[in-house]
Antibody
Framework: QVQLQESGPGLVQPSETLSLTCTVS????????WSWIRQSPGKGLEWIGY???????DYNPSLRSRATISEDRAKNQFSLNLNSVTAADTAVYYC???????????????WGQGTLVTVSS | QTVVTQEPSLTVSPGGTVTLTCAST?????????ANWFQQKPGQAPRSLIY???NKHSWTPARFSGSLLGGKAALTLSGVQPEDEAEYYC???????????FGGGTNLAVL
């Protein structure tokens, strides 16, 4: 059974960097696409970006200039750094597994429980 | 800026059938948009239901089905149960610069 668990500070100062880690158990991160998705309080979901295929990344253009997703295969973890945060970045952040094959197309399947990050002084 | 639109809210009676739709400002949704659907209940993480328009995950109840309908992606619930009351989100692949865009969600009430 694949499980994902987010971790990181629950409070970040404005203008600083938000840093989160997702630890994956029950499967290797060497395959699949590993996404970060967020949800502002009372709002909808927003795809931030993903890492795949030996460190390749794609990002939501609205966050591309501030977001960096990286991986640590030895620890079976991937991470999100979001710099220059403001109150608008306050959200629950989820890590999610997904993937693509020519046979079944694109899928997102396993989600972490999410972690609330508040940007405030 | 690509926008994905869903019905803000729908109501269905227990045992009934309801269809939720997902449209894109880029044009008619096709299989190439690889629509994914998610269910979210209050205080919980979203749960994946449908991928690549029509495919169910191993845990997806049989009463949920995905399709294309009138240029939109659609999620149909047949024989709705009270526990289906939730927020439902679609996610569409646009490729290019926009890649993945979520719809705003549909709040489904079972009354």
């Amino acid at each position: 059974q694949v499980q994902l668990q987010e971790s990181g500070p629950g409070l970040v100062q404005p203008s600083e960097t938000l840093s989160l880690t997702c630890t994956v158990s029950g499967g290797s991160i060497s395959s699949y696409h590993w996404s970060w998705i967020r949800q502002s309080p009372g709002k909808g979901l927003e795809w931030i970006g993903y890492i795949y295929s030996r460190g390749s990344t794609d990002y939501n253009p609205s966050l591309r200039s501030r977001a960096t997703i990286s991986e640590d295969r030895a620890k079976n973890q991937f991470s999100l750094n979001l710099n220059s945060v403001t109150a608008a970045d306050t959200a629950v952040y989820y890590c999610v597994r997904g993937g693509y094959s020519g046979y079944i197309g694109w899928y997102f399947d396993y989600w972490g429980q999410g972690t609330l990050v508040t940007v405030s002084s | 800026q690509t926008v994905v639109t869903q019905e803000p809210s729908l109501t269905v009676s227990p045992g009934g059938t309801v269809t939720l739709t997902c449209a894109s400002t880029t044009g008619a949704v096709t299989s190439g948009y690889y629509a994914n659907w998610f269910q979210q209940k209050p205080g919980q993480a979203p749960r994946s239901l449908i991928y690549s328009t029509t495919n169910k995950h191993s845990w997806t109840p049989a009463r949920f089905s995905g399709s294309l309908l009138g240029g939109k992606a659609a999620l149909t619930l047949s024989g709705v149960q009270p526990e289906d009351e939730a927020e439902y989100y679609c996610l569409l692949y646009h490729g290019g610069d926009q890649l993945w865009v979520f719809g705003g969600g549909t709040n489904l009430a079972v009354l």
